[in-house]
């Protein structure tokens, strides 16, 4: 008898289940026997398997992480925000200063005009600035907007625009030693200070890029590139983009890339059950809509079939292309 | 993980830790409470409390331990406000203690459905499978469109997952104390 038989957690988990045969069995019932560490190993085991049979399998609808988390954040900031009823005696005066604090404040800001800073720290953030564009903040991105006569902004990081339309008042975006200038569209800046390395690109309308002496104006679709080295330059666009935190931008792509970035974006699965699917090329936008519907947009343009399998993925069955 | 950075103000680090619990967490009050609405509110109000006052939970160290004992409590004084009122037969209500043994064997039952909650959700929907729905690995691995290995790797596992995870509710055999039970590693 082999008396230094090893065993391994698959073995001891089939064991459990019943799943081993009677050889397989009697193995792990030898290693038990050989010594008495591995008889409490077992014995533990099965305590621990009983148990867990002895409770209810968890409930099929198992709480949404993140939808909690918004919902705590909400109150964490109500919260926070409301303000501790002070004393009857002293609630005037309480009153009286902190509306002197505010009025001194306002004034400042609006003779120096004091910008006002967003930041992203772990997760994106959304963020409508008070000229009523609003702006996503990839992490570790921050701004700081000044809204006055001009609109101006200082970036750092990754942000993508979205300005609302001034034919008055440009909106000008300081990355560095960059300037972009808009009246209203849609773009992204990508700026990493300790690289000096800067990109902007374009979703809808114009904007124009001062940098080192150099100007480009850029359309829709259009991307530019900069750093301290090289000239400000254009280059050509990926056939896939992603805008803000949910906008999906594809251009001649071809499927296996638009199956790539669904995949990453909805954390979800889909097989292309044809390879020749692979080649199709799509051309289309999706401003945050459900994953069903993007697919099914996808399968009408293909003429393919949109299954869901049982184990909940996606799967696209059709000719091809 | 200790809860320095949180009662500091750092918003992240319990957002992290939000996460990392608050599933399991709700499996446990499910436990007690036997209905999740009042699982996941009752979790949430605990969260909400710890971050309101933050600072006075600067010297909690075992933060898990805290947060079961804390939801143990709580789910412990809802039931019994409603558990102890028993209807009598002029149609009034009186109070009933529950056992022991009743709070116990609850105890462990909050316990077991915490810690399955807590393994990661491919690992869980297959110990589901094999456990509670009695499917043969073959059956889950067509199920689930994986192999009849990874059922197997993943049940293994799970299984050790469990089982340190609910070590301290396997009772000890009396002669261990004497021979000083080693612990029997498995690979």
């Not at chain 1, 002293?90 to 002197?100: F, G, H, I, K, V």
């Not at chain 1, 692979?278 to 051309?283: D, G, N, Y």
């Not at chain 2, 007690?32 to 979790?43: P, Q, R």
């Not at chain 2, 197997?152 to 009396?174: F, I, T």
């Amino acid at each position: 008898m082999d008396t230094n038989e090893t065993i391994t957690s698959e073995e001891l988990a089939a064991y459990m289940a019943g799943e081993l045969d009677p050889e397989q069995a009697q193995r792990v019932e030898r290693w038990a026997a050989q010594r008495i560490d591995n008889a409490e190993e077992l014995r533990r085991l099965q305590e621990t398997w009983t148990m867990v049979g002895s409770a209810d399998a968890p409930s099929a609808d198992t709480p949404d992480v993140d939808r909690a988390w918004d919902r705590l954040n909400a109150r964490m900031n109500e919260a926070e925000g409301a303000v501790v009823r002070p004393l009857w005696s002293t609630w005037r005066t309480w009153l009286a200063a902190a509306a002197m604090l505010a009025m001194v404040f306002t004034a400042y800001r609006i003779w120096v005009n004091v910008p006002t800073v967003h930041v992203a720290q772990s997760t994106p953030r959304t963020v409508l600035l008070e000229d009523g564009s609003s702006v996503v903040l990839s992490p570790g991105a921050q701004l700081s907007e000044r809204m006055g006569q001009h609109r101006r902004v200082e970036m750092e990081g990754t942000v993508y625009f979205d300005v609302r339309h001034d034919a008055e008042r440009p909106f000008e975006v300081q990355a560095d030693d960059v300037v972009v200038t808009v009246l209203g569209t849609s773009f992204e800046v990508r700026s990493a200070t300790d690289t000096s390395a800067f990109a902007v690109r374009v979703r809808t309308g114009r904007v124009r890029v001062k940098a080192g002496g150099a100007e480009l104006v850029l359309e829709a679709g259009d991307r530019a590139r900069y750093d301290k080295r090289s000239l400000l330059e254009r280059t050509p666009a990926p056939p896939a983009e992603v805008w803000g935190e949910r906008i999906l931008q594809f251009s001649q792509a071809p499927l296996s890339r638009v199956v790539a970035e669904l995949e990453r974006m909805y954390q979800v699965h889909i097989v292309l059950a044809n390879p020749s699917l692979e080649r199709c090329q799509l051309t289309a936008e999706f401003d945050d809509e459900p994953i069903g519907s993007i697919l099914q947009v996808i399968a009408e343009t293909f003429a393919l079939e949109l299954k869901r399998t049982d184990s909940g993925d996606y799967e696209l069955n059709g000719d091809g292309c | 993980m200790d809860f320095a950075p949180i009662a500091a103000g750092d918003r992240a680090a319990f957002e992290a830790l939000f996460r990392l619990h608050y599933r399991p967490l709700c499996a446990f009050a499910m436990g007690y409470l036997k209905d999740g609405d009042k699982a996941e509110d009752l979790v949430q109000e605990l969260f909400l409390r710890l971050w309101l006052d933050r600072e006075k939970h600067g010297g909690v160290v075992h933060v898990k331990a805290y947060l079961y004992a804390s939801v143990r409590n709580r789910c412990i004084n809802a039931t019994h406000i409603t558990r102890r009122l028993v209807p009598l037969e002029d149609g009034t209500h009186t109070a009933a203690e529950p056992t022991m043994a009743e709070d116990e064997h609850q105890d462990r039952i909050a316990r077991v459905q915490a810690a399955v909650a807590a393994l990661p959700p491919e690992r869980q929907r297959i110990f589901v499978l094999c456990k509670y729905e009695g499917l043969k690995h073959q059956q889950i691995a067509d199920r689930l469109g994986i192999s009849v290995k990874t059922v197997e790797n993943q049940m293994g596992k799970a299984l050790k997952d469990l089982r340190s995870e609910l070590a301290d509710l396997v009772p000890l055999l009396p002669w261990l104390f004497f021979i000083g039970g080693g612990d029997g590693g498995i690979g």
